[in-house]
């Protein structure tokens, strides 16, 4: 076999917002070995999987599963609700919405991005009021989309999707709601039906605890008419096969067989523990997170309250440390890897990711780590961020619920 | 863990012309824990990866890598390279050439399908001189592409690439070459650079022995001028930006990281075994199958001898046979799944795959199930197909390398 | 890391008796993280166990399980029922029960051996009546334990194990009946509490399909009684505090948790499947094998029709013929594991096993590459003997059950 | 697949002084599928393997490596050396060495104890100079063997074994020198030649990294001497055709295949490593752990300070507090298990193993399980052990060496 290696001696903390560390239980379902994907088998396994996967976007419509990354399905959300040209808002709340933007503009269309200067937009969530102001300027209705990031992997800032949604009715504008929550799905509270989106975009590597490689579009019968005009050239995103197929659990071309097995497992393992103990988990690590963060005198990167991520935290360095040599630091003296600033705040934070398969003493490992780092960095700290991590874990801590059989 | 005991006891006999049975190797691989797809041991597996690829390819040119299946691939290989309202020319050797062309039109291309009546053309190769004469017939060059599958899945047929490359030359055209190799690379010979071709396009889960998930376009210089001023609209699939950040051995968005693990430990296993030595595995083992059906005395569906694919075999069942009949008593009684006819061929013919980590004794499996389910699917067979593919496998056995360790 | 490519390309094919093919779910089982041998999951996953194990011996009394390979259960039978120099009546049945015989020797127990001429005691199965005979013969009830061996690994021969038990009664000696069923159960019938048996020895890595690594002892009242007295030295192997430990699923020492694992899920596949029905499998693919054999033209080693193993064929070779190069043959041609002829039989017999995860055209595989490995070795067939297999299999065929789920 | 989701969410903390967490890469090699143990390939494994383990010994002797945990090798010790009713000398360090003694009685040996009062001499290394003058007072050399624990797993006291050797010479006796390193070997430096250690024992399930399931012994010319007059029965365990067989790379009776597919990898890995960078791995994080110790104001059980083991710390809780319910609080809590106390400690202390596949951060997290656990538990803390740790961490933090491919 080739050497995999890569880590030297003992366990390697991903701490990174996503891929998130993938549970033992899906490595080994995802090793089984591939079976027909037009045998009765699979059909059974897709029917399942595809009920499944509904629960956990609390949607009762359609979800389409691409065997394809995150990326694919932003492409799939546009592509099938749009045509060339047309006008599309975006909120600029850090650099994946960034990105949209950018994937928006490549397919022809017409984004339209609401920011505010330098970070201060990558800083907040969404501005519901704002969207709402543009709206009511459009008489014309030209604006065919409001896209917006629910969980902004590169800021660790949560935005109220509810509030979005009241804004689009209070301006009575057709826009279809296109919401990205890549990160923010299965592991922050998302509610597809309830708040009334039109294509919730998601992807595996995050709270789903897999390995990147399949992604989502849920949709509302509002975005499946829409798919019906929608003009810009689609094929393998196009929604009108697979979901007429996925009526028996299959799909038109190839799916990818063995991470749907460890969608399986991983439905199984989020719908046993519960979605809302899921929530409470990632609230409770987040809190215990920004307590460190706090107590090292350190500043988070969101600056709203209500906006704090439960999937990462964003920590900015102080004037004159480069974010990325604490990062290096960590990664090489503790096995631990931590994500980099991403675009407008590359250099100045570093993110510490606590999403997926995370528990307590991982986080304090994570910690540990991230405080030996800016230590070694030379960044002097007010506290110790790991004793205010412990207060507020010991504090909160339950005994767990155990498997059935013990 | 989900219950996947999806078949009964005993192994199963995925013998479909692909996804192929995944080998131990690899399923092991790709249950390794999933890395930072930004970290140093990323970029050497990613360096490595790519060099290795080529090797595959047989070419010197970049070869990109998409976290997609293989659909996903061919959709790539015309927006890179193709403008709407673009003519291209195709030809139907079967069902998977016809369902490119159906993904060409709902992309806004123009192609054109140069066919024989009936299934005619599903039983012989790509006819090179015909494509030469259509395109000594477009004076103005109209024609943008000419688009061939090199081996067809749905029929058991190889086409003869450096024929077609040959008709392009003779007719001084100017189109691009873009093969489908989504099951011949790795199984049958192939030659990237040597034949011409522009884009290739394949897949993981045939030659490769891989899950499905992971897809393929090998370029060459000609197709990377062609995609710089290509209108059709492309972002996930655009090769500018993931080539440019290849060369570091990363992705511009998150690649299906397990799945690389895999491609690596494939690579290794097909380099050390030998492309060669893999070629001529897979021809003895399509003579053996074909011996076999001989014996039956059933008509092969390919019906060109230079064309008999190394990869499948397609069986035609008497006429009043129903061959899903026949494929689901072996199924049913023998573990055994075999490909169904597609499309024209539906009902009349089933396909034996022997191919990927295929070897004698696993094809006289498939093969003993095969005679046994004609025999209870009620078939008249001329002789035994088991007895004549020993005689071939026996008469033309060689002892096998062995691991140096041995 | 290491290179366990140990095999040419395609799957090898396992057919030695034992060990045995390990379904895929047993490996992926016992590859899960090993827990902490005295912690609640643990305790409840040892209950599970001990009492799956019982339903498979089919006894209500306890089983003891060892972290140890087969020939230490042989060791902890006697150990524990016996003391230094007590007479013990064995059957000479073949290679394994001579090395029980050579290790009661050994340990310092007076073993006597029931013997015919030559290799004729190892073609029929346990004599009973010579058993009542000898009993009958020794009114002072010197003999302390009669053992024998169910199924005979090395030479295909059965025994009937009630019949010993029957011949004990009618001689009313109070004598222990130890069997060694290391490769009899869980694929030939067996039932340890009806047919009397003091303590039945038996190993993980066959009819289990574990690999090797545990073993095992199923006790009767009269042997933990006889535990209690007997003066062999013993401290691994004492029964005492581990069947006291057992109570609450825990063991004295570290028992070996990764193949515990195994044994759990070795467990619910073989009670989900059905004992009678895996002995049914079983016997039909031994009968096919037989078919084989003779239709060959070759002789069986066992020669009483009531013995015939369901877990093996023993096949004799024409004098001349080195049965060791007809199996070099297959092993290197055909990528085939078949078992060498041990002991007094070395060089004059192959045997195939058709154990555990066993099916249909596994077997047919097994039995083309016997067939082309006997050709190659220039032995003279009298006709197919897979032709021959086909026909039985066909005709016995049955739809299998599937999956609850598809 | 049963359900092996013992855990809640996140992974597991195993900090018990062994089974020690398992590495991935040795989990995936021993569910590599199981290979015929009579096969060329696995004399190759098993040459390889031979000559590997003695590296890790530190031997140019035979090691006998057993498939059995290792309280069978314990037994393999003493049955292969001894007779019945010989007189050995054994320290009591601890409950193994209890554990050793009884075993001893247990088999017929006659074993004398060298015992401190209470507890006292279970927080000591070892008392050379009490087996020197017990030797001297044994001028007819009725002792046939010192039996010394190199590391008590059950209290966290490495002895010195060259000042044991030096003591035995000194005192000019014939005695073996057996020494069990069960929990010591690959973790503790150990050197079986260099000290004239005549059977060292060990096990699988600690510094090797792998599950239990596999045991040692490491030999010597006057070991194997000794062995050839030694009048305990002896079969399983029996040296001589085990040790006869190695020369080829076989066993006599079916090894622990799987298990010896997890050895290969961790030899591999340790001696990437190199052994004496592990040892010093090994002595850094226990110094770590007992800086968290001393600043929670807590009472190390052992008090020499040569003898402070680099395995595990065991930690004596205050009068009054019940350390197994530390223990439960931090179980349940925060998915940590620790090592319960043993024998006479039993609720006065609990162990935090720090071995195998152990880093810095997973002894953070540890370490932080342990704080809010004790805190739980009311134990008043002198200050934070968290922290301390960390400035031993920081302070001494080199950055490690990565994989040559990165």
Same mark, same amino acid.
């Given at each position: 076999?080739?050497?995999?290696? $890569?880590?030297?001696? #003992? =366990?390697?903390? !991903? *701490?990174?917002? &996503?891929?998130?560390?993938?549970?033992?239980?899906?490595?080994?379902?995802?090793?089984?070995?591939?079976?027909?994907?037009?045998?009765?088998? $699979?059909?059974?396994? #897709? =029917?399942?999987? !595809? *009920?499944?996967? &509904?629960?956990?976007?609390?949607?009762?419509?359609?979800?389409?599963?691409?065997?394809?990354s995150g990326t694919g399905a932003w492409e799939a959300a546009l592509v099938n609700t749009l045509s060339p040209g047309d006008a599309v808002l975006m909120v600029e709340t850090g650099h994946f919405a960034s990105l949209w933007k950018k994937m928006a503009e490549r397919l022809g269309l017409a984004p339209e991005f609401i920011s505010l200067p330098g970070i201060e937009g990558w800083r907040r969530g969404v501005d519901a009021e704002a969207i709402e102001r543009r709206l009511r300027a459009d008489p014309a209705q030209a604006i065919r989309a409001v896209c917006v990031v629910h969980n902004e992997t590169s800021t660790g800032v949560t935005s109220d999707i509810a509030a979005v949604r009241r804004a689009i009715d209070a301006a009575r504008h057709p826009a279809l709601l296109l919401v990205d929550t890549i990160s923010g799905l299965a592991s922050a509270d998302y509610r597809h039906d309830e708040w009334g989106v039109d294509v919730s975009v998601s992807g595996s590597q995050k709270g789903l605890m897999l390995p990147p490689g399949l992604s989502f579009n849920a949709l509302s019968p509002k975005a499946l008419a829409a798919s019906q005009s929608a003009k810009l050239p689609k094929s393998f995103w196009a929604w009108d096969e697979i979901v007429a197929m996925n009526r028996d659990g299959y799909w038109p071309y190839t799916p990818s067989t063995n991470l749907l097995y460890g969608l399986a497992e991983s439905i199984d393992m989020i719908l046993a523990e519960g979605l809302d103990n899921v929530f409470a988990r990632h609230r409770r690590l987040g809190e215990a997170c920004r307590a460190a963060v706090r107590a090292w005198g350190l500043e988070i990167q969101c600056v709203e309250e209500a906006c704090h991520s439960p999937v990462l935290t964003g920590v900015m360095t102080p004037e004159g440390v480069d974010a990325d040599q604490v990062r290096k630091l960590a990664y090489e003296h503790f096995n631990l890897s931590l994500g980099t600033g991403l675009g407008k705040v590359k250099g100045r934070m570093f993110r510490i990711g606590h999403l997926g398969d995370c528990n307590d003493l991982t986080l304090m490992a994570a910690l540990a780590g991230c405080e030996m780092g800016l230590q070694l960095a030379g960044v002097p700290l007010a506290g110790s961020g790991v004793g205010a991590a412990m207060v507020h874990l010991r504090s909160t801590a339950r005994p767990a619920a155990r498997h059935p059989a013990a």
């Open positions: 076999m080739q050497p995999l290696n $890569f880590h030297p001696a #003992g =366990r390697h903390y !991903l *701490q990174i917002p &996503g891929p998130s560390p993938v549970p033992d239980r899906i490595l080994r379902a995802i090793s089984y070995p591939t079976i027909d994907h037009r045998g009765p088998e $699979f059909g059974a396994l #897709g =029917r399942k999987l !595809l *009920q499944g996967i &509904g629960r956990i976007f609390k949607t009762a419509h359609p979800v389409v599963i691409y065997p394809a």
